[in-house]
């Protein structure tokens, strides 16, 4: 016997298949006539003269990863630039696997990336219900197979699980291709009535036509065809129990929400054949179709959690900009044959173009994700990128309060630096301490370390020098060290390498007088311990006064 329905869905598919007989059958029940028909829902004329609607479809069982947010993104990028509609349907008849959670977080995630829906289980919409469980309860899928068994484009098929086990294992003994060999097929009628009053279970069938071919033109890999019989057998439809399998609700969906364009992964090519064969049975034209390449490692394998971070959420929580997703994830397969690399999303409405998707898989780069990120990061309006990292800086507890003028200090300092928000926090940190003790000689003995540094102890007994944390201690520091290599007869590295040295105890960072500044200004501010400037000059003393061995 099959296996029977999963029981969290066991309530609604009686529901659906008591709706759907009543519908064939001409019955008036209050709740079929609630529910419009499947019949009346179907579109005039569709997609090439019809308005733009695209559709992300997205089945809840995990987190938004690249490889979907990439065809999010173009379906999005198509409905914007044509002023039409983007639509979200939720896939959610596995219930074993689907989850509201992740529903929800898959829906954050879009909008995080600023792709809004204009009709989905949020926004609502003329076409819903936009999950694909309630959508089964309406009973729209179990009418709709009952009208292809009626024009005899489907038959029910009463084969139990050990015999379709046996005839798999047959056909491969023979070499040849698994597929159902049509038992069912052209069956007696009186034979089928029997079985149906005894109560037998059975699954619905779609009878696939003799000699036929099935062609499209997709707007990413040009034409392709099929020859059907050598392709598929009789495939499922409704499962025992009713039901419908994934081939059969995306082609039902899709031309009943009036999807015009189809984008989607290239390991949805096969279901094509399935899905047009459908949608011909039923009397609806194709939609367009566009299938995108994977999204392979740098290994060139299929990318996975080995690779790194592969999901939305991660990639937000690392650090990632949304609009620098966004570009990146465009790249992926898309050009508009120049050399740009940054791009705004106006700019990408404007410029994108399924013609311009490569037929090649596309590789994620995770170095140029970040250095476009840092890009996108130092383009951002100084009081926006503030923000951003302060709200970070006291998130990872280098700082107490994200409009601080210590933070707005931090975030100057760290501009040039960082590729990712999350970059700052240990950039800050540096700059707090001074741990010249701790690189011990090998630091002194740097060129120019000890006449620089006494030279730097004599100006600053000598009040020659600035106060950090002065509004324009930057501006006055530069005029100081000007005056000290002056005196030194030093300028460009053979400088600022040994200044550096003194000032911060390390030979790289940031800008030496930002640094200064906000250590100056770390006092209340940050919960961290901060090296004052007289601290550091007490400690270089001791250091230059110290024998050599």
């Known amino acids: 016997m099959r296996a029977a329905c999963p029981a969290p869905l066991l309530s609604m598919l009686c529901v659906a298949r008591a709706l759907g007989r009543a519908a064939t059958s001409g019955g008036t029940a209050a709740g079929v006539r609630a529910i419009s028909s499947a019949a009346s829902r179907r579109p005039a004329v569709l997609m090439e003269e019809g308005p733009t609607r695209t559709r992300f ?46 529903e929800e977080s898959v829906l954050r995630d879009l909008a995080w990336l600023g792709l809004h829906h204009d009709e989905g289980p949020q926004a609502g919409g003329p076409k819903g219900p936009y999950r694909q469980s309630e959508r089964m309860v309406s009973g729209m899928y179990a009418e709709l197979a009952d009208k292809l068994l009626a024009s005899g484009h489907a038959y029910r098929c009463f084969c139990t699980a050990e015999e379709l086990e046996a005839k798999r294992a047959a056909a491969e003994a023979a070499g040849e291709n698994p597929k159902y060999d049509g038992t069912w097929r052209d069956a007696d009628p009186q034979e089928v009535e029997r079985r149906l009053a005894a109560g037998e279970p059975y699954t619905v069938r779609f009878k696939v036509p003799r000699a036929k071919q099935v062609a499209i033109t997709d707007r990413v890999r040009g034409d392709i065809s099929w020859d059907v019989e050598a392709t598929i057998g009789d495939f499922i439809l409704l499962r025992s129990g009713g039901m419908p399998v994934y081939n059969f609700c995306v082609a039902v969906d899709d031309a009943l929400m009036e999807v015009s364009t189809v984008i989607r992964a290239e390991e949805h090519l096969t279901n094509t054949v399935r899905q047009a064969l459908i949608l011909e049975a039923l009397g609806y034209e194709l939609p367009q179709y566009a299938h995108l390449s994977l999204v392979l490692g740098e290994d060139r394998s299929k990318l996975s959690k080995r690779h790194g971070a592969t999901s939305v959420d991660q990639f937000r929580k690392e650090g990632f900009l949304p609009q620098a997703m966004v570009n990146y994830l465009c790249l992926l397969g898309w050009n508009d044959s120049t050399d740009q690399e940054i791009y705004t999303v106006d700019e990408l409405t404007a410029k994108f173009s399924l013609e311009r998707v490569t037929k090649s898989p596309a590789v994620f780069d995770i170095k140029k994700l970040r250095w476009l990120n840092g890009q996108h990061l130092r383009a951002l309006p100084e009081e926006q990128r503030s923000q951003l990292i302060g709200e970070h800086l006291v998130e990872a507890g280098v700082a107490t309060d994200a409009s601080s003028d210590f933070v707005k200090a931090a975030s100057l300092m760290v501009a040039e630096k960082v590729e990712l928000v999350n970059d700052a926090a240990d950039l800050v940190r540096d700059a707090l301490r001074f741990p010249l003790a701790e690189g011990g000689a090998a630091l002194l003995e740097e060129e120019g370390v000890v006449d620089v540094g006494q030279a730097l102890l004599a100006a600053f ?89």
């Not at 809840?60 to 039409?84: C, Y």
């Not at 390498?497 to 500044?517: E, F, H, N, Y």
């Open 57 to 102: 479809a997205p089945s809840p069982t995990g987190s938004l990863h690249v490889g979907g947010a990439r065809t999010a993104l173009f379906s999005w990028l198509k409905a914007k630039q044509d002023g039409g509609d983007f639509l979200i349907r939720v896939e959610d008849t596995d219930t074993a696997r689907s989850t509201r959670e992740s």
């Open 461 to 549: 007994r000598a009040h020659e020098l600035p106060t950090p944390g002065s509004a324009d201690f930057e501006g006055e520091w530069k005029k100081a060290v000007k005056a000290l290599g002056k005196a030194l007869g030093r300028k460009g590295k053979a400088l600022f390498m040994p200044l550096r040295i003194a000032s911060t105890g390390r030979k790289s960072g940031p800008d030496v007088a930002a640094q200064l500044q906000v250590a100056a200004l770390a006092e209340g501010n940050s919960p961290c311990e901060a090296v004052s400037f007289e601290e550091r000059m007490r400690q270089l003393e001791d250091a230059l006064s110290m024998p050599c061995e």
